[in-house]
């Protein structure tokens, strides 16, 4: 879809049944290098996170979330993506 689609922001869950968060956000990348990508988890841990931002992610935001940080991070994340 990311290779398919015009898209503004990806949020994508890190723990995942056919392929983890890693693997997603690399195949993004690959496809979208400029696609910000905002990566959720209740589960990781900061090995995690610091291997998702050294792969592109924009943010990582824990579970459960403040919908009042989530929604600063989007906007935050689109503003990059129009600029």
């Known amino acids: 879809m990311a290779k398919e689609g015009d898209?503004?922001?990806m949020i994508a869950?890190?723990?995942?049944?056919k392929m983890d968060g890693v693997e997603l956000l690399e195949k993004i990348k690959l496809a979208k290098p400029n696609l910000p990508v905002i990566m959720v988890s209740a589960f990781a841990n900061y090995d995690t996170?610091?291997?998702l931002k050294k792969l592109g992610a924009?943010?990582?935001i824990w579970k459960p979330y403040d919908l009042?940080?989530?929604q600063e991070v989007v906007n935050n994340a689109i503003s990059l993506k129009a600029s």
Do not use: A, F, R
């Open 7 to 9: 898209y503004n922001l």
């Open 58 to 60: 924009y943010e990582h």
């Open 13 to 17: 869950e890190i723990k995942m049944p």
């Open 68 to 70: 009042e940080l989530v």
């Open 49 to 51: 996170v610091d291997l």
